[in-house]
């Protein structure tokens, strides 16, 4: 959505402007205009009016500026801050701001995928959508739904699954088993048209529905692909625009939630699964037979094809239990949990790569010592006491190869150490 170069407020000449901070409405804090939303979830209606408050979009601002208020485009965007919030807001109002151009990045952990960045007046836009849509819809979500939702992180989700392992693990019988799902390039394929069908169920606001078409349907880049490719392997001439969601943009995680809550609504009150659980794409179910999961997965294929028109892919497996499941990075058991053989080798890469660019000076004592923190904060969730000694032996290597003195010896040292952690 690019900037014009001057802006005219409106302003009403025979009353008041509900979206200007001349208004005395719209002078009302973020937490007033949240206390205006439905209480109940049978519809969304006058919703594109709230979106559009400039408090509103100065609290997206906020949102859309953490982690990332010293690069170039934030600190040129911040430096005229109410005359870019105002030209957004114009554009918001007439819902002509089409997003985009999307800036591409390829990643390859933890595997090869495609993402897509927006300008940042783009990310206030998305910003100011999620901020208005995310606590309605996380109301009609399952409890056992986990990712991009607070509170209900990687951690949480793996807490959950083996706290039903332990229970299932001590009733009678011969064990149970486990069904895993996981849908085939999930992003890539989700249907437009089914998307915003499901959508349109609840959002009563001709505006608002306008607006999220233009972002579901962009016109500016497509997002999806033919079934069965992978993105490092597709032509560009050969992606698909109608289907796809960009990784990366927060409304695709909204977006993503949405539209799996189908599956999840069906699975809990049609087939009436206890056992269930859903990290984004990843779906795990336990079973006490196998004849009942084989069952389960064919209902689920099913609903899967003729309902959201996404596909399982080959790692669906059915399996025992005492085998482990794993699910959001780890190896989870009754008893205990254990890092992805593929998960340590990367760790032990990234801490390779940080303490040498620690060592050497190109990187600072605050930003090394954020990166470890976060790796040690997977760590303390996983049996890992022999990895922090080896990832303590890889950093003492590395600062002692560029000859840095009054290394760390326990750096790596957990709580957890010296006890399995459960």
Known sequence: MGLKESVSVPVSTTGKN???????????????????????????????NVICEFEYLVEADHSARKGKRYRAEVLAFTANLEHNLFQIQEQMIAVDCPLGPYRKLWVSVPKKRLVMALPYPDRIVQWSLYQYLNPIYDRLFIEDSYACRKGKGSHKAAARLQYWMRQVDRKPGPGWYYLKLDISKFFYRVNHAKLLKIL???????????????????????????????PQDTPPEEWLYDVGMPIGNLTSQL????????LDQYCKHVLKIHYYIRYMDDIVILGENKETLHEWKAEIETFLHEELELDLNNKTCIRPVRMGV??????????????????????????KKISELYASGQMDEKAFKRRVAS???????TESESLRWRLNQIYLDAVRKYGKTDPEETLWKGKNDGKKVA
């Open 200 to 230: 349109a169920k609840r959002i009563k606001d001709p505006e608002l529905m306008k607006f999220l078409g233009s972002v579901v349907n962009s016109r500016a880049e497509p997002f999806g692909l033919p079934r069965g490719k992978a």
């Open 375 to 381: 790796i040690k904060g997977l760590l303390e969730h």
């Open 18 to 48: 509900m979206y200007c901070r001349e208004n005395g409405n719209a002078t009302r804090g973020a937490v007033e205009l949240r206390a205006e939303m439905p209480n109940e979830i049978n519809t969304i209606q006058n919703a594109w």
């Open 326 to 351: 794993e699910f959001v990075g780890v190896r989870i058991w009754p008893a205990y949990m254990k890092l992805r053989k593929s998960t340590v080798g990367r760790l032990k890469r990234e801490v």
């Open 255 to 262: 977006f993503a939630n949405i539209y799996m809550n189908e």
